[in-house]
C-alpha cells in the first residue's frame, strides 16, 4: 500500500467513528438548580416535582442493546449483500446492529482484497501510487441497501413523533376530566368511579415509550390530589396507600444511594432516568414525610447528576485541548516547504514525518464534535495536497530514470564492441572517458540497475583483464631493461681518467648509442632515469672540456638516437622537416640581411648603427644556419644507422 493510501484509508475510518461516536453527542444534564426550582414549586396540595428524568435524552442514550453481537467477519461480500437483503423486511430498530456489523464486515473484506491486488500489481512491476482499484458493483448494491435502511429509520422516528402527539393529547385530555371531577360533587361514588377509570387510562400511557412533560405531569399530580381531598376518602384507605408508597420510595432512595459507587458515570446517569420514572409513577406518601424523604431523593439524585455534569465538563476540556493539538499538527504539515524536497532522499524523510504525524493525531482523542469533522477534514486535505505532490515528484523521476537508462545501455553497447580491441593505448583512453561519463548519468529504474551495471562493467572488466594479461611480459622486458640502463651508466661513470680526451669521447658516444639501443623503461622510471644519464655524462663532457656548444649537439643527437631506438621514427622526421623549415627561413632572411647592408654608408652616425646591426645579424644567421646543418646532418646519420 502506498503512503498516500495509507493515509487516506486510516483517516476514512477515523471519519466514521467521530460519526457513529455516541460519547460526542450532547447530553442534557440535571442540576441541583434544576432540583432546587422543581422543589421550590412544590405546594402543600402537590407531590414531588419532576427532575432529571423529564430532561430531553437523545435517542441513543436512552437505547439499551441486549442481543447478541453476531459474528460476519466469515461471510463474503455477496453473502453479506444477501444477509441485508433478507433484514429488508425486519423492524428496523431490531436489526439496527446487525445492519452496521455487516457493513463493518463488507468494507473489512474489501479493504484485504485492494491490498491484495495492489500488491499482486506491485509484484507484478507496477508503481504503487499508479494502482487503482476496479469499482465493486456489490459496494453500489451495499449503499443502496443502508439508504433504504435510513429511510425506515427517519419513516420510524416520524412515526414516533406522531405516536407522541397523540400520547400528550390523551393524556391533556385525561387530566381535563380530572379537573371536572374535582369540580362537581354530585354522585361521589360514580366520580370515585370515574376516577380510577381515568388513573387506570393514565397508567397505561405511561407505559409509552414517549416521556412526559412537566406540566402534564405536574397538572396531573395536582388534580389527583385535589380529588383525594376533595373527596376525603377515610384515614384507613389513604394511610394505607401512603404506607405503601412510602416503602417504594424508601427503596428508591437506598437504590440511587449505591447508585453512586457505580463507576460507570454515564451508565449510573441512564439509570437514575428509570428510578425518577419510577419515584414519578409511585403515589403520594404521608404528608409530613413528603419533604424529608424528597430531600433525600434529591440528595442522591444530585450525587450522581454531579458527577455525570462534572464527566462531560472534563470531556469538554480534554477535547479542547485535543482540537489544540490537531490544529498543531495541521500547522506542521503546512508548514512543508516543498521547494526544497528535491531529492529522493529527501521525500522519503519527510514522508516519515508525515506518517508520524498521522500516527500522533490517531493517538489524540475527540475534538468537540462541532469541530471534530472540520479539523479532521482539514487534516485530510493537507496530508492529499502532500502525497499527491510526492506522486507528482516520483513520475518526473521515473521519467528521468528512462532516460538515463536509454543513455546507460549506449554505453554498454559502445563498451561491448570495444572490449575486444588490442589498441591499448587509445581503447583505455576511450574505457576511461566512458567510466566518467557514466559517473554523470544520474540513477536508472530499480529493476533495472544491478543488469545494466554488470553488463557495462563486465565489458570494462573484460578489456583490461586482457590487457593486463597482455603487457605483463611488457612489464618484465622494462625492468630488464632499467637494470640494463642503470650497469650502462655506472660505466660512463667508469671511464678511466687516463685515457686522452679524444679516445674518451669516443668511448662515451659509443655508451650512449649502447644506451639508446636498449629498450623502454617503466614509465613511472624513465625522467629519473635519463636524469641519471645527463648528470653522468655532463660530468665527463665537464672533465673532457668539451664545450657548452658541443655537449648540447651531442645531447640532441642522443635524444634523436634515442627517440629513433624506441621506434619513434616519425617523431625525428617531424624534427628533420622542422629544421629545414627554419633553414629556408634563415637563408631568406641572410639573404635579405646581405643585400640591405649595400644601400647603407658610413657617411653618418645613422648608417653606421644600421651597418653595424645589419653585420651582427648576419654574423648570427650564419653560425644559426652552421648549427642546424649539423643538426639535420646528425638527424640523417641517426636514420642511417637505424635502418642499417
Known sequence: MTDTQKSNEALNGELEEIKANPAAEEVSVATDENLTQEVNEVTENQEEAVVASELP?????????TAPVQDYSKLTKAQIIAQLEKLTDQPIESVRKDVDLLKQAFYKQQKAEYDKLKK?????GGVEEEFVMEPDSLENMLKNLLAGFREKRAALVAEQEKQKEEVQGKRA????????????SDDINKQYTEFRKLQQEWNELKQSTQVITNEQWKSYQHYVEKFYDFLKINNEFREYDFKKNLEIKNALCETVEKL????????????????????????????????????????ASSVINKRHQQYFESLRSSETANLEEKQAICKEVESIDFEKLKFIKDWEEKTKEVIALQEKWKAIGF???KSNVKVFEHFRALCDEFFKKKSDFYKSIKEDMSRNLELKLALCEKAEALKDSTEWRETTDVFVKLQKEW????SVPKKHSDAVWKRFSSACDHFFETKNASTANVRSTEHANLERKKEIIEEIKAIDPALAPKEAVVLLRQLISKWNSVGFVPFKDKDKIHKELNAAVDEQYARLNVSDSNRKFYSYKNDNAEASGKGGGHKVYRERDKLMHQYEMMKSDLQTAENNI???TGKNKSGNSLIKELEN???????DIEEIVKKIEAIDNTMDEAEA
Open 598 to 600: 649595400g644601400f647603407f
Open 617 to 623: 645579424k648576419i654574423v648570427k644567421l650564419k653560425a
Open 120 to 124: 499482486e500489481f506491485v509484484d507484478a
Open 260 to 299: 453512586a459507587a457505580e463507576e460507570d458515570v454515564v451508565s449510573a446517569f441512564h439509570q437514575l432516568q428509570k428510578f425518577h420514572q419510577n419515584w414519578r409513577d409511585t403515589g403520594p406518601v404521608a404528608k409530613e414525610q413528603r419533604e424529608e424523604l424528597w430531600q433525600r431523593f434529591k440528595t
Open 439 to 442: 559517473k554523470t548519468i544520474g
Open 57 to 65: 435524552v437523545s435517542q441513543e442514550t436512552k437505547e439499551v442493546e
Open 367 to 369: 475534538a468537540p464534535k
Open 173 to 184: 385530555s385525561i387530566i381535563d376530566k380530572l379537573k371536572g371531577l374535582t369540580e362537581n
